[in-house]
């Protein structure tokens, strides 16, 4: 190792600095959007002075095209996790769809920054989600429109549109938590309070398994099987997965 190597308990060091500066940039920008967001606020929540901010990232728009893609790749990570070669097709679709429903739930940090971003996306503004839709969610809506194709194929799933599943599947789940405002004060009860989740979880769940396969059946086995071996998680904010020195 030559002198002006870091040895590994710097480079140990480097990355957590960097991953405590990230947790606290996906804290600010998702309450405050990019506008909004102050670096001195960043950099006194992560324990380092502002100068050090920069030199892990080279400006404000720099750091949030990097928080924005760090919890972004973990959610991929988490969402490809469902597709597994030791589950059927069908199993592999339901378990993605809970998984989804327990992101939003879980993720709000990353679920504000991503609503700001479409709606950055939507205007024609300039965006950081652009890049990130095609280096990591791309790929990931290749693969499950894949899965829903090879599982019409098989018979397992029903005979229609592949994209519409995936609509079914991910857009209820999306609609139940950004509706819940309007829903409490229609139905007079929180939807978001652990015990109205759980029930809304578990029915969406089920519903998918009455809904898109061919044997009912099966359809109900494969959606108890999923809910029974995934725990509703507790919510939190998002905390970036330190990277080990090499």
């Known amino acids: 190792m030559s ?3 870091p040895t590994r308990t710097q480079a140990e060091r480097a990355d957590q600095t960097r991953a405590r500066i990230l ?8 309450e405050n959007g990019l506008s909004g967001a ?14 050090l901010l920069y030199y892990y990232f080279k400006g404000k728009d720099a750091l949030y095209a990097a928080a924005l893609e760090t919890v972004a790749q973990g959610v991929v990570a988490s969402s490809m996790a469902a597709f597994s070669d030791d589950r059927t097709v069908g199993e592999q679709v339901v378990q993605f769809a809970l998984n989804h429903f327990d992101r939003i739930h879980s993720q709000r940090a990353f679920q504000k920054m991503m609503q700001q971003e479409m709606m950055r996306l939507h205007r024609g503004e300039e965006n ?19 899965l829903l194709a090879e599982g019409r194929r098989s018979g397992e799933l029903i005979d229609t549109d592949e994209l519409q599943i995936m609509y079914t599947a991910l857009g209820a789940n999306i609609f139940y938590f950004m509706s819940s405002s309007v829903m409490r004060i229609i139905m007079e009860s929180n939807p978001l309070e652990r015990s109205a989740m759980e029930f809304r979880r578990r029915a969406a769940i089920e519903y998918l398994g009455l809904a ?12 108890s099987r999923v ?16 990277v080990k020195a090499k």
Do not use: C, W, Y
């Not at 095609?134 to 894949?146: A, N």
């Open 38 to 51: 102050r670096t001195e606020q960043i950099a006194e929540a992560a324990g380092v002075n502002k100068a």
């Open 23 to 30: 947790d606290a940039a996906v804290s600010e920008f998702s």
């Open 3 to 5: 002198a002006t190597s």
């Open 227 to 242: 809910l029974a071996g995934t725990p509703m998680p507790e919510s939190g904010e998002f905390k970036s997965i330190e």
């Open 128 to 146: 950081a989600l652009t890049p990130i839709i095609e280096r990591v969610f791309r790929p990931m809506m290749t693969r499950l429109r894949d």
């Open 212 to 223: 898109i396969f061919t044997d009912r059946k099966h359809g109900a086995e494969v959606a």
